[in-house]
């Protein structure tokens, strides 16, 4: 990530978090067509797709009222990138409060599990930072992650780089690392069917 804006690494993972979920998990609009929000076992397979390359510890079988407590947070935190979006950020840290709040979000030095190339155990791993509790479920841990992530950035002066997709007919949302905080859509995807719109209407008009 030369070049482009730093937020602290387990931070921006966790950015990274919310959105696949917000995008995976919520309902409206995606790349110029209805998204349903998915529900029983679409979400189970939303969740885990959404979580799979990001989260060492998604549990082997995902129990279907943790999916639904992730569905709340992603509800909870797309309002959060829609208030930043729409430049309301008094909206934004209260939406983040309120998931603070409700999923006990707290911070927590805990070992990592730690082995050599050969799988076996080594002595003395690395502390790391959580934001939840070591009992919490895997639902309730990922949300109060996720939730201090927001207010790490909401709070801070990066709050405008959470966004939601400038393209028609789309409102995923992304967290912009660019220099030049240029980006505006969430996908290459959305972006080139932006431009081949535009180029469609100057030629449509005689440009």
Do not use: I
Not at 1 to 7: A, E, K, L, S
Not at 144 to 170: K, M
Not at 187 to 203: D, L, P, V, W, Y
């Amino acid at each position: 990530m030369t070049g482009q804006v730093m937020f602290d690494s387990h931070v921006a993972v966790l950015l990274e978090h919310a959105v696949s979920l917000v995008n995976a998990l919520t309902a409206g609009e995606a790349r110029g067509r209805p998204y349903p929000a998915p529900h029983g076992p679409d979400l189970l397979k939303a969740v885990e797709a959404a979580v799979s390359d990001t989260a060492g510890s998604l549990p082997r079988t995902l129990d279907p009222a943790e999916a639904a407590y992730l569905a709340t947070t992603a509800d909870a935190m797309r309002q959060v990138f829609q208030a930043m979006h729409d430049g309301d950020p008094d909206t934004a840290a209260t939406t983040v409060n309120g998931l603070l709040r409700d999923t006990g979000a707290r911070p927590r030095l805990d070992r990592a599990p730690a082995t050599d190339r050969n799988g076996a155990p080594t002595d003395n791993p690395p502390w790391h930072l959580h934001f939840h509790g070591a009992n919490d479920s895997f639902a309730a841990g990922h949300s109060a992650s996720c939730a201090t992530a927001l207010a790490l950035a909401v709070g801070g002066s990066l709050a405008g780089r959470l966004g939601v997709c400038h393209a028609d007919r789309c409102d995923r949302v992304y967290v912009d690392t660019s220099r030049n905080a240029a980006r505006q859509f969430c996908s290459t995807a959305c972006q080139n069917r932006t431009k081949a719109a535009a180029f469609r209407a100057r030629k449509g008009a005689g440009g």
